[in-house]
């Protein structure tokens, strides 16, 4: 019943900006952390950025942080990911998720959305 779905990804060059977003559903969105991951070609997926319950305190991985804002709409039930000055090492699908409905849904993840980051 948990659905997950990403949107916003596309081609842009470095230097560009995006923003992502994703649509939950099938669970009290504002009583999750959320977090942001990626996976580039033939790399494991990895961690990118996390936004407290119902929000305020974030966190993001040092590759990305200054460069990318996550941010939420709980009522609404979305969670945003703003991107810039993005680089080609960006490119990458990229999901969201919590870890607890990861752990509750037996390991559900969305769709994704795709980054492409090149000149």
């Known amino acids: 019943q948990v659905h997950l779905v990403e949107s916003g990804g596309g081609l842009v060059q470095p230097g560009g900006s995006l923003t992502l977003s994703c649509v939950g559903s099938g669970f009290t969105f504002g009583n999750y952390a959320m977090s942001w991951f990626r996976q580039a070609p033939g790399k494991e997926r990895e961690w990118v950025a996390r936004?407290?319950?119902?929000?305020?305190?974030?966190n993001y991985a040092d590759s990305v942080k200054d460069r990318f804002t996550i941010s939420r709409d709980n009522a609404r039930n979305i969670l945003y990911l703003q991107m810039e000055n993005l680089r080609p090492e960006d490119t990458a699908i990229y999901y969201c998720?919590?870890?607890?409905?990861?752990?509750?849904?037996?390991?559900?993840w969305g769709q994704g959305t795709q980054v492409t980051v090149s000149s």
């Open positions: 998720n919590a870890p607890a409905l990861v752990h509750v849904t037996g390991g559900y």
């Open positions: 936004i407290s319950n119902p929000g305020g305190s974030t």
